[in-house]
Structure formats: C-alpha cells, structure tokens
C-alpha cells in the first residue's frame, strides 16, 4: 500500500492536468499484458498492425513484470496539458544518475533485461540508453498514440470536469470514492491499495496532481516515494473510445442523428422517444455526464452541426445545461431531463414550486 498523506493546503492545491507521455506510456502496459486491458484491446490490434520500424524489445523492456515504468519518463506535468515533445525533452534531461535509478528500479530485485543492460553502466552508457529510449517513444508516439489523441482527450476532459463536480459537491472523500476500489480516504490520509510499493508520502505543502488515463487499469501513483504526490487513474468513458458507434435502427433522416434509444434512457425509452423523437431522446441519454458537441458527434457517428441543432432545442426546453471549460461548451442533463430519462428514479416535483412531493392515490371512482 502507497499513502499519500495530505494537508488543507495540499488538498487546497490539488489539480488535474493531462499527459501525452505518460498516456504513451501506460500504453505500452496494454501492448505488454493484454489480458488486463479489455476495453482497449480494438486500439491495441490496430496499433500492432502499424508497428513496424519500431523497436519494440527496448518499450517493452520499460515494463516490469509487475508492470511499473520508469518515474522519468512519465514526468509530473508543468501545465494543464504540456505537449508531447515538452515532456520527452524533459525525461530526456533527466541526470543520468535519476535514469539509472528508475529504470533499475522497475526490474527490482532482479536484473533489468537486456535491451537495459546499460542501466547499469555509466552515465554515459545511461545518457545514451536514455536518447535511444527517447528516440523509440517520440515514433512509436506518432505511430499508436498520436491518431488519437484528440479523441482521447476529449474524454479525459470530460473526465476531469466530472471529478471537478464531485469535488465541490462531496469533499474529497466522494472525489477518491468514486475513482476506484483502490482507494479509500481517511482522516487526511489517501490510502492506494494494491501497490508494489510500501511507503508513505507527506504532501507536505506539494499539493496532489490528479492525472486521468485511457490506457491506466488501476491507480498508479510514482514508483519512487521521493517523487511529489501524483496519482494517475482510470478515466471514466474510456470504452467509447474504441467501440463502434451503435447501428442506426430507425429511418434516415435529414437531421443524421441515428435512432434508438440506447443511450440510457432508463424504462421510459420508448415513451420518451414519443415525445421527443427518437433522436433526441437517444442524445439526451448519452448526457449523464458533461461531453462536448464534437465528442457527441463522434460517438453518434454524426456531425456536429446535427448535434448541436438538437443540442439547441434541448437547451431551449430546459432539459440539457450548458457550461463552458476552456475550447469546449459542454453539455450535460438537467435535473428535469434526468427526471424524464430515468422516472421511476427521481421523487414527483410540483412544477409550481419545484419541490419534491410525495404523490398521493388517486381519490376519483368510475
């Protein structure tokens, strides 16, 4: 078990961001153990169909055999999204003493594998292991990651506005509990079970830094207990990453949205669908948490200038809030459009006072 224990002042200071080289990284855990990685195995199919030119014996070497990967070459990011080449040009600084460490420290106890034997040598030998590592991930980056990136962050936004909402809505006890069986908040103290290691880390001022991943299985905080507080975890949405946009099962129509109402529209689909048509019934169940127009449309198979018209009336009706974060206006469901979505799970409101009430049997007789 790894502790991070975290004062007013650190959890004051926690914050997300996100990571392209730590994303490329938790990536090459699922090209190593795919058994673990069921939602992405459709990218990893693909991305080993394009691998070619690609050193693959020397990334898969930066994996462990319990799966931990080097501190340097996933870097606590600086900036809310630092860019791809920022990050490697940071892990490709790194002392020749630091990279030495994390690397040998992935394969301990035993001896790191051969494509690393250099690990152990000087630090010249460590330098020009480290280039050559770097000069691997910057093409199998372009190769595998990089197509999708704009997909996958897109998701992690997502993400982070979620646990943002969690946050300010039930302290950091409801922000850690809804992240992952691993973790449990107590009395100051963010325990992460399940770890290879056993140490304890004192905030001590550092803040935590909250790191969302399409490729992570399970929390994964740093290797080294000298590293700051970081803690990188599954995302939320990961498996409409790679899945196929559910068929069209309606007649086409101008507004190209699809039909159905597989979207989660609870036990009223077919009622809700009669409403609103089915369109907007299945948009309006895929709502449940905050997306973007472009993120819809992608999911939908559809444009976004179709999304957004009936994002409009939506919005107009009062059934879909709006907010925005940074490039994106997100869309999310109301109260009223979760009550229409999911009925048999929200309490009766008098929409004269917009109070929950309890309804009464009915008192008329034939």
């Known amino acids: 078990m790894i502790r991070f224990v975290l004062g007013v002042e650190d959890l004051a200071d926690t914050r997300f961001a996100l990571s392209p080289l730590g994303e490329t990284m938790e990536s090459l855990r699922v090209l190593r153990d795919p058994g673990r990685y069921a939602l992405q195995l459709p990218w990893r199919r693909d991305a080993l169909r394009r691998l070619t030119g690609v050193d693959t014996t020397l990334l898969m070497a930066l994996v462990g055999d319990r799966h931990a990967i ?29 990279v030495r460490r994390d690397l040998l420290a992935v394969h301990a106890p035993g001896p790191p594998p051969a494509a690393l034997a250099d690990a152990a040598g000087d630090d010249t030998r ?125 007649t086409p129509t101008t507004d190209d949205t699809g039909g159905g109402t597989g979207g989660g529209t609870g036990g009223g689909g077919d009622a809700l669908a009669a409403l609103l048509g089915a369109p907007r019934a299945r948009l309006l169940g895929m709502l449940g948490e905050p997306l973007p127009t472009v993120e819809i449309a992608r999911r939908l198979s559809v444009t976004p200038s179709a999304v957004s018209q009936h994002l409009k009336i939506l919005h107009a009706a009062g ?48």
């Open 319 to 366: 059934l879909v809030a709006r907010a925005r974060d940074g490039r994106h206006m997100l869309y999310r469901r109301s109260p009223l459009g979760d009550r229409l979505t999911h009925p048999h799970t929200h309490p009766h409101t008098d929409p004269r006072t917009d109070r929950e009430t309890t309804a009464e049997p009915s008192t008329c007789s034939k």
């Open 126 to 250: 460590v330098a020009r292991l480290n280039d050559a590592i770097c000069d691997e991930l910057r093409r199998y980056w372009h190769i595998a990651v990089r197509p999708h990136w704009p997909q996958i962050r897109l998701v992690l936004e997502a993400d982070m506005t979620y646990r943002a909402r969690r946050l300010a809505t039930g302290g950091a006890r409801a922000l850690f509990a809804g992240m992952h069986p691993n973790l449990r908040w107590d009395d100051g103290v963010l325990h992460i079970d399940k770890m290879i290691g056993r140490h304890t880390v004192h905030a001590a001022g550092r803040g935590l830094l909250l790191v969302p991943s399409g490729f992570a299985h399970k929390p994964a905080p740093p290797v080294s207990p000298d590293e700051p507080p970081l803690l990188v975890y599954p995302s939320r949405g990961v498996a409409t990453l790679w899945r196929p946009a559910p068929a069209d099962t309606t």
């Open 70 to 98: 080097p501190d340097h070459l996933t870097p606590r990011p600086e900036a809310f999204a630092p860019g791809f080449d920022d990050e490697l040009a940071a892990a490709r600084a790194a002392p020749p003493g630091r």
